[in-house]
Each structure stands twice: as C-alpha cells, then as structure tokens.
Nanobody
Framework: QVQLVESGGGLVQAGGSLRLSCAASGRTSNIYAMGWFRQAPGKEREYVASIIRSIPSTDYGDSVKGRFTISRDNVKNMMYLQMNTLKPEDTAIYYC?????????????WGQGTQVTVSS
C-alpha cells in the first residue's frame, strides 16, 4: 500500500503563486508515476499533471501548461506542484495520486486533497 498526503493549499489572489507538496509513504518503490488532479465544485475531476518517478518525464493538462510545474524528490519521497499565474478557475481541491501508468490519467492511490482558492 501507498499513502499520500498533500499540503500547501490555501487562499491566494489571482496572478499569485502556490506550491503544493505531496508526501508518499509505504511501498513507494512500487510507484511508477505520480501526479495531480483537481476537482472544482459541481465539476468533474480534472487531470493536472504527472511525472514518472524514475526518469524526468512530465505531462500536463492543457489548462495548466506553461503555468504549473511538477517535480519530485525521490530521496525525500516528495512530489511538488508549483502553480504560477493562478486564475480564479484554478480554484479546486487538489489531489495527489500515484499509479502504474504515465501519463497518469487514472490512479491507483489517492491523497485526501488540499483546497486551493484563487480570488479575483
């Protein structure tokens, strides 16, 4: 089993930045890819970005390309999402996820989520 815990969410003004973190524990050696999803009220879950654990390959959803950057630190078993030029439409609960495929369009493990709110 793998446990994922997100942190770093909060309230920020439009145009600002936030950095989300995801701490992985448990059988982390079984993880092939990690990523982020988000879900806004009344909307379906949306893929944000993913990264392969062993090699520097990344993938982004169209709505965040050029603004968000995903990274990982395998020594610390951490994954990050640097979010710049935030927009009100980025407001959502952000979930850390892990699974066996890349891009990580569906996940095997999920965190509990962290709220990101962008005010206009």
């Amino acid at each position: 089993q793998v446990q994922l815990v997100e942190s770093g969410g909060g309230l920020v003004q439009a145009g600002g930045s936030l950095r989300l973190s995801c701490a992985a524990s448990g059988r982390t050696s079984n993880i092939y890819a990690m990523g982020w999803f988000r879900q806004a009220p009344g909307k379906e879950r949306e893929y944000v970005a993913s990264i392969i654990r062993s090699i520097p390959s990344t993938d982004y959803g169209d709505s965040v390309k050029g603004r968000f950057t995903i990274s990982r630190d395998n020594v610390k078993n951490m994954m990050y999402l640097q979010m710049n030029t935030l927009k009100p439409e980025d407001t959502a609960i952000y979930y850390c996820a892990a699974g066996p495929r890349f891009p990580l369009r569906s996940a095997q493990y999920w965190g509990q989520g962290t709220q990101v709110t962008v005010s206009s």
